[in-house]
């Protein structure tokens, strides 16, 4: 239907993007990763396995790694846990109200990050408003340490911010389970709790496993909300990796590390693309 001249001025701009924008920086990234810092603070181009095997031998590294995973994976929890009741009662329930609901669900989107984790930490602050509310009502007599400067902060930031990019997916998998099969399932004598079990809720894991991918990697790679958060205990490993390449000015271990995580990242992708292939439906 279109000519050959058509499809390379379609294709060719996008794809000249994406490997310059994309492909580039990631190929500068892997030779960083294999170079060294000299005394001078100058990188030197000799290649080499250094950087790995600092990452491997200094526990600071793979310990806020693994921390880091542990938080992403309560806030993908949490995340799913909220996401999903709240998708199933739009889809299910809503009726009129959908379309409203729905946007209401969105709108935090349109909001600044920035934004939000302040909102959070003026919430859970020592003079801020949680605390204030709780010596108010004399349920505390001091201030509770733990709700600022902790991972319990960040993981409920993340999890504030997040939430709707593990609802959206999960929503449109609902939202495509076709109608006449609860149907079935109740005409053939199913109670709702056996209609959800067997017909809605294994039709819905695809978009499940999209938005548990989703709350997990962007919560992985954060680091404004430890950074705003965090304190010391709420490091994450992108804090980490901002600071090699900003202040310490160690650019070839931060983006060792960096090249880890994307590892990570893109073998988590893959694995869930292969299980949402798994229980899709036609």
């Not at 999960?170 to 939202?175: N, S």
């Not at 991918?213 to 950074?227: E, M, N, Q, R």
Request: proline content about 6%; hydrophobic content about 55%; overall charge positive.
């Amino acid at each position: 239907m279109f000519s050959r001249a058509y499809k390379t001025a379609v294709t060719v701009p996008p794809l000249a993007w994406v490997a310059v924008f994309l492909l580039v920086p990631y190929l500068l990234m892997f030779c960083y990763s294999f170079w060294a810092v000299s005394p001078s603070q100058t990188i030197v181009h000799a290649w080499n396995f250094a950087n790995y095997e600092e990452l491997l031998q200094k526990p600071v590294y793979w310990q806020t790694l693994l921390r880091s995973m542990w938080i992403a994976a309560r806030v993908m929890l949490f995340s799913l846990l909220l996401g999903y009741p709240l998708a199933y009662f739009l889809s299910f329930y809503a009726g009129k109200r959908k379309d409203l609901l729905y946007q209401m669900v969105i709108i935090p989107l349109w909001v600044s990050y920035l934004v939000r984790a302040y909102a959070w930490k003026t919430i859970l602050g020592a003079d801020g408003v949680l605390n204030t509310s709780l010596q108010y009502a004399h349920l505390i007599s001091h201030p509770l340490d733990f709700l600022l400067y902790s991972p319990f902060a960040v993981v409920l930031t993340l999890t504030h911010i997040y939430t709707p990019f593990a609802f959206l997916p999960i929503y449109a998998a609902l939202e495509h389970i076709p109608r006449n099969l609860v149907e079935a399932s109740h005409d053939l004598g199913a109670t709702p709790a056996q209609t959800f079990w067997k017909v809605i809720f294994p039709l819905s894991i695809p978009g499940v496993l999209a938005g548990a991918t989703f709350a997990f990697v962007l919560s992985l790679g954060d680091f404004l909300a430890p950074l705003l958060l965090g304190g010391p205990s709420g490091i994450m490993i992108s804090n980490i990796v901002v600071s090699l390449f900003g202040a310490a000015y160690n650019w070839p271990l931060g983006a060792a590390i960096s090249l880890a995580m994307l590892v990570l990242v893109v073998s988590l992708l893959f694995f869930s693309e292969r299980l949402e292939k798994r229980w899709s439906f036609s």
